[in-house]
Each structure stands twice: as structure tokens, then as C-alpha cells.
């Protein structure tokens, strides 16, 4: 079977892994200053996050159209793909796959709809392991993609230490029980992403404390495979911790770690100067 892959633009893959597996991304809506960019188009990450704490009026976000899918799932089939294997964000944290449903829904029995529970490269990784199955074998069936991607979300760990809660607080979309916990005495709220739900797990008072505790969680969660440093313009703070991991644990990371700014779309939501990682335990 000719399989096809589709995510969406939260998914936080590199260019070229999206080139070196033929990924079809649709964008999801950015909305700065009453103008739209296309996810990625027109404003680029680094910008977005120098602008994004003085802006008068906050930036708002919009799934991408179900005419928008349509189109992507249109232009694989008649490219030859047999079936589209469609990944993506979380349902409880974004609306995309919403619309994503609704466009297979005009291609009977063509279109694999998936929820990943997950965002960033914990979506991502799942759609690489996908990909790296189809790769792997020009005859791959639908389900043994499905085993691969059931199989890294099982393993899957998503962590972060945001600076600030007030863009999430604004999103709506997070217990309010995390939004609280983010307003007491100007603490910094740590978060896991697991089964599709964002969860409160801890806070501290400083930025130091923030990456010693996010080194705990990596460290704890075992041997990787696959491994991400995630920053919401933060680069200087991402690398230096990779720099310390590099030194407390080369042995239990993966040779190829991901530096990944993360999508202004979902900086949106969580804000600036925050740090995370997505990690695949090994098998």
C-alpha cells in the first residue's frame, strides 16, 4: 500500500524531516495584530517571540479550514497515495483535527484520522515513526504504521517549565487548577502533556530551579531514543541545558537531539522564555 503522511504545523518537525519523508503539513492560522500568517509564513519564530511580551493587543490562533485539508488530502490521492495516515494536536488542546475529520469525511474510506494526545514533537515524533516505518517498507499497511505510532506514544514524555501563565491562563484551555497554581507569588508552573491533558506537576520560584527540575524528569524517564529540547524563544537557556545533560547523561541520550523553537502557534498559548523536551523511551 502507498501510504500518505499528513500532520499539521504544531507537529514542530524540522524542514528538512518533513523533506526527507515527503510529510505533507498543513499550517495552522496565526493572528498578530489583526493580520493572519500561515503557520511558519511571513513572520518568522525568533520575531515572533522578541515581540510577543509587549504586544498592546495578544496574538490569537485559528485551526486551519476544512477546505484547507480537503485540499492536502485531494492533492495526495490523486498523487497515487492508496491511503493518508492524518496525525495530529491533541483534541482537548486545539481544534485542528476537528476539522481534519470533517474533510475525510468526503474521502470514504481514504482517510485515517488520528488523535496524537500530544503537541510539539510529542506529536512529531509520533508522525517520524510513522514515516520511518513507510521508509523503511514500500509495501508497509496501514496498520503497521498505526503499531509504530501506538507504540512511541506509549513511551512518549512531554515536559515543560513555563515563565509565565497568563497566555495560557488567556487560551482557555488548560484545568483551572494549572492557571491558579500559575498566579501564586509569581511562581513558575511545571507541566506534563499526557494523554491529551495538560497537567500541574510542581513549581518553583526561579528560573534555575525550573531546569534543575526538568533535568529530574529527563533523567527519570529512562534511556531515549528519540529526545527534543524544547524553548519558546529561549535558546540561550535550551542550550545550556542540553549542555548539562550532555554532561550528567551522554550515555542515555540519543546521538541526534533536536533543538526545536517551538511554533508561534503554540507559544501563543504558553508563552515566552519557557523550557521543555519531548522523549521516546528506548524499547
Avoid at 514542530?12 to 498543513?26: A, R, T
Avoid at 527540575?213 to 535550551?238: C, D, Q
Amino acid at each position: 500500500m502507498k501510504l500518505g503522511l499528513l500532520t499539521d504545523s504544531t507537529c514542530d518537525l524540522p524542514k528538512y524531516l518533513i523533506e526527507q519523508y515527503e510529510l505533507e503539513v498543513v499550517p495552522s492560522i496565526l493572528i498578530l495584530d489583526g493580520k493572519e500568517y500561515a503557520d511558519g509564513i511571513g513572520i518568522s519564530r525568533e520575531d515572533f517571540y522578541r515581540r510577543l511580551p509587549s504586544l498592546h493587543t495578544p496574538p490569537t490562533t485559528a485551526a486551519p479550514s476544512i477546505g484547507d485539508f480537503s485540499a492536502r488530502y485531494d492533492s495526495l490521492l490523486t498523487r497515487g497515495y492508496e491511503h493518508i495516515l492524518s496525525i495530529h494536536a491533541a483534541e482537548a488542546l486545539t481544534t485542528i483535527i476537528n476539522s481534519a475529520r470533517q474533510a475525510a469525511q468526503d474521502f470514504p474510506e481514504k482517510i485515517t484520522v488520528i488523535d496524537s494526545l500530544s503537541m510539539s514533537l510529542g506529536l512529531g515524533f509520533q508522525v517520524l515513526a510513522a514515516a520511518e516505518a513507510v521508509f523503511e517498507s514500500a509495501e508497509i499497511g496501514l496498520q503497521a504504521a498505526l503499531n509504530a505510532v501506538e507504540s512511541t506514544r506509549k513511551r512518549l514524555h512531554l515536559f515543560a517549565a513555563l515563565d509565565t501563565m497568563e497566555n495560557m491562563r488567556r487560551s482557555g484551555r488548560v484545568p483551572a487548577v494549572v492557571t491558579i497554581l500559575g498566579s501564586l507569588l509569581h511562581i513558575k508552573p511545571l507541566i506534563e502533556i499526557t494523554n491529551g491533558e495538560v497537567k500541574a506537576i510542581g513549581a518553583v520560584r526561579t528560573t534555575k530551579q525550573a531546569n534543575e527540575r526538568m533535568m529530574n524528569f529527563l533523567l527519570e524517564a529512562g534511556p531515549l531514543e528519540r529526545l527534543a529540547i524544547l524553548h519558546t524563544g529561549a535558546e540561550p537557556r535550551a542550550r545550556e541545558f542540553l549542555n548539562t545533560l550532555m554532561q550528567k547523561a551522554s550515555q542515555s541520550v540519543p546521538r541526534d537531539i533536536l533543538m526545536v523553537n517551538v511554533t508561534t502557534v503554540i507559544g501563543t498559548h504558553v508563552g515566552p522564555n519557557g523550557l521543555g523536551f519531548a522523549g521516546v523511551r528506548k524499547i
